[in-house]
């Protein structure tokens, strides 16, 4: 099982709150991944980073933001939460040397703003 | 445009019968196609993965196979038990490119009734 952790894992909070979730990976990996996924729905990339100090925007458009200060750290911030960022959050790293591209993937935070 | 399509949405069977879930893609150039299981609020587990000269692996009670040729691949469950009721999922990576993406699919939902 991969060293892939997320907190919290279940989420709920009225709208306006700042709210962080936190992504933590023991395995050293260079690359990680913010995903957002909606029941039924494929999963969406929403923020990526190739290691510290380096994070950059996914295909859909999001209102959050990550930081990456620490290789094992990934932690994903919404400043002002709204009933439209009710979702399911997962966090992915990988290994630079992996040529199989395989992503491990955390337990998710499901994140509902009221 | 790179997509991943899988089918059924859904499908329900008795515990003991096997089934076939398909997924078709259109990822270019193609790397590898990989299968993730996800339990519900968990995040995806990798069941097989397939590379372009693979067409079938097997994972116990799963076995993926792929024709790169029609873009095409199944993973085929014998004796299905309770604990295969999850979301399966086919994800296909694309060769060349650094940040490693995967392109998902939103899931076949097989539920295993007793």
């Known amino acids: 099982e991969a060293d892939i952790y997320q907190t919290p894992r279940y989420l709920v909070i009225g709208t306006g709150k700042k709210i962080t979730l936190e992504c933590s990976q023991t395995?050293?990996?260079?690359?990680m991944y913010w995903y957002q996924q909606d029941p039924g729905m494929e999963l969406h990339l929403i923020h990526y980073?190739?290691?510290?100090?380096?994070?950059e925007k996914g295909d859909l458009s999001s209102e959050s933001t990550v930081s990456r200060i620490r290789t094992e750290h990934f932690p994903l911030t919404l400043e002002s939460a709204r009933p439209s960022h009710t979702s399911q959050y997962l966090c992915?790293?990988?290994?630079?040397?992996?040529?199989?591209?395989?992503?491990?993937f955390g337990p998710g935070t499901r994140l509902t703003v009221l | 445009k790179n997509q991943v399509e899988q089918s059924p949405q859904s499908l329900i069977i008795l515990e003991g019968k096997n089934c076939t879930l398909q997924?078709?893609?259109?990822?270019?150039?193609?790397?590898?196609l990989r299968w993730y299981k996800q339990d519900t609020g968990r995040g995806p587990v990798s069941l097989t993965i397939?590379?372009?000269?693979?067409n079938t692996k097997s994972n116990g009670r799963y076995t993926a196979t792929l024709d790169a040729d029609t873009k095409q691949s199944s993973l085929h469950i014998t004796a299905s038990q309770l604990s295969d009721s999850a979301s399966y999922i086919c994800?296909?990576?694309?060769?060349?490119?650094?940040?490693?993406?995967?392109?998902f699919g939103r899931g076949t939902q097989l539920t295993v009734w007793p």
């Open positions: 994800v296909v990576s694309d060769r060349g490119s650094t940040l490693g993406r995967l392109y």
């Open positions: 980073s190739y290691g510290v100090n380096s994070t």
């Open positions: 395995m050293g990996h260079d690359k």
């Open positions: 397939m590379t372009f000269s693979e």
């Open positions: 997924c078709n893609y259109t990822v270019s150039p193609f790397s590898n």
């Open positions: 992915a790293s990988r290994g630079i040397a992996d040529s199989y591209n395989e992503q491990f």
